[in-house]
């Protein structure tokens, strides 16, 4: 069963500052890998996705990479603001077009 | 990319009363639903793979009778919430796909039973 992990669990930062979050899953068979963005209380908002033949996917301030090989994604937040404070969830669609997500990372931006 | 509507995006129910949620793919033909939900502080968990025409296939640990889900037509997949209480308040979110691998997302589903 794919298990999908993402590392910090929490991160506060100050703003301006460039930042890395972690992802890693355990089934390299994945069809393609998302990065969503959750504010408290609310949906997903879909920030990157990075199909499985992919490398990378850029949107402004962000930048995904995806190495499916060894099962690991980043995003990479540069220049960061208070209103990137979120948490911030990956997750791998399956074949069977089942998503498996990651436990997330809640980001604080400090003014 | 395809629009998955999911509604209603919040509701507050007391408790033993049933809640409906609909989750509609409005511009292709959705052959499979998927249910998740999201307990606070938590992250995404399947509940329920539904196929259309066919019963849903649940998560070990999630309860068939309470959670009915019905996927009656390719545009269409519902859950129901049966006897709702408030250790059911969470996060629901539906997801659609055609033939092909990709799914899409509905909004998502706030509910709060009290």
Known sequence: ?????????????????NLVLNCSFTDSAIYNLQWFRQDPGKGLTSLLLIQSS?????????????????GRSTLYIAASQPGDSATYLCAVLSGGGQFYFGTGTSLTVIP | GAVVSQ?????????????????????FQA???FWYRQFPKQSLMLMATSNEGSKATYEQGVEKDKFLINHASLTLSTLTVTSAHPEDSSFYICSAKDRATEAFFGQGTRLTVV
Request: proline share 5%; aromatic share 0%; glycine share 6%.
């Open chain 2, 31 to 33: 052959t499979t639903m």
């Open chain 2, 7 to 27: 509604h209603p995006s919040r509701v507050i129910c007391k408790s033993g009363t049933s809640v409906k949620i609909e989750c509609r793919s409005l511009d």
């Open chain 1, 1 to 17: 069963k794919q298990e999908v992990t993402q590392i910090p669990a929490a991160l506060s930062v100050p703003e301006g500052e």
């Open chain 1, 54 to 70: 992919q490398r990378e996917q850029t949107s402004g301030r962000l930048n995904a990479s995806l190495d499916k090989s060894s």
